[in-house]
């Protein structure tokens, strides 16, 4: 990484003394994203692949650990969907166990004030980009609709495609849905002073700690990774399997299956896909929605034609941006394209633990099934279905896309650098 200025990198750190420039963080580069050096969009799979653990998350869970202990101040954590599938690696469990209640359990001995399930953020992001996604496809506007969950991909579009950026969703990711909602919606329920909140997200992700830099308003203060609260939890003296399970705080509680899928590549596609339907047809989606066989594949690109009722529609997934490199213009041709930098998505994140090149594959596949077997246990599959969901629109955003939802959840353009002219 000798020509990216590691400094100043929001997401990454270096220990020089480890490094024996072997060039495994650039091969990771280039085989992965087909990107040089100074091109950092800050995904972190390079910190998964050195060799010498020379590359780390840029730590800040030493200041969120004394937040917790400011009187003044009402920490409130939110957890992604791929943490609870990996932070087991770290204690000794199968992988992929599934440890959302023992997680929050953990999380509320530390002491977070409220411990939030960023599924519920996904649900708002499955309400909004499936909205945008039938308002372009109704105008035959700026299609296709490329998805803006992933801030490296925003980073990557902003980098090499920036005549098309009109074509990246305008909406923020579950996360700025969510700290958006924490610090207005939540704060005016619980009469709380949005000053006094700080908002912390756990992450399989490296490349948020920059999105959350660059967000003009800082709804979310603090990202840590999967591998940052395993230190936490370390230097505490915590062991997960000590841990008394605890269920998330309401309000901001348990999303729908539809949020959960969010941690795997082409769970995103089969939230909006669900949803879009019902905004279409005003009846939930036949039965075959809630199963894409070809959008559930570990491959690189995945597509899938779709029957929304009254109009037909391709789709694509794919992660890696070698992939997105070799094929963009054909991508041009879909309607909606899902795209990820890191591989099967948030599972494979470069936040999470770091394994063994031998282990990597494995693990990364315990934590896809995990997540698709638990969603069938949902009784509530799409976004629009979970009641939390329902009350929010009723009392404060009204509907989606509306000028409410639009000043809270969305970005006038999902650039991360531009800054002034995107509205982050």
């Known amino acids: 990484m000798g020509k990216v200025n590691i400094e100043e990198n929001f997401s990454l750190q270096r220990i020089h003394e480890r490094c024996i420039d072997c060039g495994a963080c650039l091969q990771t580069c280039t085989s992965l994203h087909s990107l040089k050096e100074e091109d950092c969009v800050h995904c972190g799979q390079c910190i998964l692949n050195c060799p010498m653990g020379a590359l780390q998350p840029k730590y800040n869970y030493k200041e969120v650990f004394a937040n917790l202990h400011d009187e003044e101040k009402i920490v409130v954590v939110s957890v992604a969907p791929a943490v609870r599938v990996a932070i087991g690696d770290a204690f000794g469990y199968a992988p992929g166990e599934f440890l959302e209640e023992t997680l929050v359990g953990a999380l509320k001995t530390l002491g977070f004030s409220y411990v939030f399930d960023v599924t519920f953020g996904a649900d708002l992001t499955v309400m909004e980009e499936a ?11 700026n299609l296709p609709l490329f998805t803006s969950c992933c801030p490296s991909w925003v980073l990557f579009m902003e980098n090499y495609h920036l005549e098309d950026i009109d074509h990246l969703s305008t909406c923020k990711s579950p996360i700025g849905m969510q700290g958006a909602i924490i610090k207005s919606y939540f704060a005016e329920m619980k009469h ?14 490296v490349s948020k700690k920059t999105e959350i830099q660059k967000e003009k308003e800082r709804d979310n203060d603090y990202v840590l990774t999967t591998s940052e609260l395993i230190l936490l939890l370390r230097e505490q003296s915590m062991d997960l399997k000590e841990i008394e399970p605890q269920k998330f705080d309401s309000i901001l509680g348990r999303g729908s299956g539809s949020g959960l899928l969010f941690g795997t590549s082409g769970g995103v596609t089969e939230a909006v896909l669900r949803t879009a339907y019902y905004f279409l047809n005003g009846k939930k989606a036949p039965e075959n929605f809630f199963h894409f066989p070809s959008l559930r594949e570990k491959t690189s690109f995945k597509e899938a034609v779709v029957d929304l009722g009254v109009v037909t529609i391709r ?23 899902e795209v990820m930098a890191c591989p099967n998505g948030c599972v494979g994140g470069g936040g999470q633990p770091v394994l063994t090149k031998q282990q990597q594959e494995l693990y990364v596949n315990a934590r896809r099934k995990s997540l698709y077997e638990k969603e069938k246990d949902y009784l509530k599959k799409c976004s629009y279905e979970n009641e939390e969901i329902e009350t929010i629109y009723k009392e404060f955003l009204k509907e989606p896309f509306s000028e409410q939802a639009k000043k809270y959840l969305h970005s006038s353009r999902n650039c991360i650098k531009m800054k002034d002219s995107c509205g982050r």
């Open 131 to 141: 909205r945008e996604l039938v308002n372009r496809l109704q105008e035959n506007k």
């Open 192 to 205: 709380l002073n949005p000053q006094d909140i700080v908002t912390v997200t756990i992450a399989p992700c």
């Open 315 to 337: 789709v694509a997934v794919v992660f890696g941006f070698h992939r997105v490199k070799q094929m963009y213009e054909e991508l041009k041709h879909y309607h909606f394209v």
